[in-house]
């Protein structure tokens, strides 16, 4: 028999969030599994590494019969923890998340959810990131660990391009509600942010960021529109951040007198 | 007489990094400045933001003459609170650094510095960030402030495409010994990690993240190529990750029995 597939999971909302509980049932169906979380909410916290301080990793008994450590850093410290310091080998397949709330469109360079993705492509590992368009920490996952564990078996079975990610979203819903999954681009979208002042008891200012997430992007093939129709979005995630199509234009511009 | 262009500038070191001087002094030459930068060092923050604790801001005499703010967030944050709250309105160019150490290749993706471009790319905002290839803290950043004024200059004076910013990395040296610009490709390559395990006082274990940058991309036309070869290089950089040309392998793959 095959040896098992084996799986690191982690994810942005922290070792106790309902959603990596629900990614680790979801895996243990297909490999062996090691988890490396936060040991505290991170999201927002898109590529961070941590460098200013030192790290602190933590054996954990969160989940039964799974071998779990939390991390005082960043998802994608995470990944370079479990990666160099715990298995010191790359594993068979990354997976983080389910992260509560949407990371489609723009929202993937925020997201600590998808930048511990994108680390696991940069490190030349199959790596996906799911996300649950429901914010509540007792949000219904049984639909996205479904498709969860239907992608990961996808990609162990074929052979997923080196370097690249999949970013997945999942609609709210029961599973009968959603339509199945839909490849798509990354649809084009930024936050129309605003800021809301307060005043502390010492009299002090201080902001909360909020903002509508905005988009003028009409394209049919998008992650937004996936996800509007009922649809699991899958976007193919690289790192070359490279406006190729403007190398060209560049080398017209006089930059050198 | 046309009017002055506005310049928002932020960087990753904080307010009182030598780099962000230097970036001050160049940038008066063309137009009129405001600068929101962290109050502490932000290096490796990538493109987080801050959603868990509220945000501080505070009026700066850092610059004589300048209107400056600190902020107590990352570089995207300084970004939106001077779009959003401080100016109300979309500058003519923002302008990120100059940083100490090197932001060529893979690096753009942990870079707070390159982070506060690319949200200006997202919004909108012709950007540029701006690394010295030297991490020490008094190192000389005159060359690099020559070519900060040069670019930005050809910036205003050429349109760039809506949604990319330029990434421009500056080998050490004097301006005389540098070869001039030359456009260039995001290299491919990895943090090889490692991570120096020590132990505190209190007999607790914790972590520092270390390790070398390591590439087997040959290219001639990336950037880490160009600064081996002694020219500053300038890569025009998107935020649209989709591997394009994986969409339609991945439509061949049986996701949704």
């Known amino acids: 028999m095959a040896k098992k597939p084996l799986i690191l999971i982690t994810n942005d909302d922290g070792i106790t969030a309902k959603g990596i509980a629900q990614l680790v049932k979801s895996m243990q169906k297909i490999g062996d599994i090691l988890v490396v979380a936060p040991d505290k909410p991170q999201s927002g916290m898109g590529h961070a590494i941590t460098i200013h301080h030192p790290l602190r990793l933590s054996k954990s008994n969160q989940f039964e019969g799974v071998e779990a450590y939390t991390c005082s850093g960043t998802p994608v410290d995470c990944v370079k923890l479990g990666i160099y310091e715990i298995i010191k080998r790359r594993p068979d397949l990354l997976v983080s998340?389910?992260?509560?709330?949407?990371?489609?469109?723009?929202?993937v360079l925020y997201s600590g959810t998808m930048s511990a993705a994108v680390e696991g492509a940069i490190e030349g590992i199959p790596s996906i990131g799911f996300s649950l368009l429901d914010h509540s920490s007792d949000a219904d996952f049984e639909a996205a660990g479904h498709f969860a564990s239907q992608i990961a078996s996808a990609i162990l079975a074929n052979n997923l391009q080196k370097g690249v990610c999949l970013n997945v979203n999942i609609p709210k819903g029961k599973l009968e509600e959603l339509k199945g999954t839909k490849i798509c681009r990354q649809g084009r979208a930024f936050w129309e942010d605003s800021f809301d002042k307060r005043t502390d008891p010492f009299?002090?200012?201080?902001?909360?960021?909020?903002?509508?997430?905005?988009?003028?992007?009409?394209?049919?093939?998008?992650?937004?529109?996936a996800l509007d129709h009922g649809y699991v979005s899958i976007v193919p995630t690289q790192f070359d951040m490279t406006a190729h199509h403007l190398i060209s234009q560049l080398n017209e511009w006089d930059l050198n007198n």
Chains 1, 2 share one sequence.
């Open 203 to 225: 009299g002090g200012d201080y902001y909360w960021l909020t903002g509508n997430f905005s988009s003028t992007d009409k394209g049919e093939d998008t992650d937004m529109w």
């Open 97 to 107: 998340g389910i992260n509560h709330g949407s990371n489609a469109a723009t929202n």
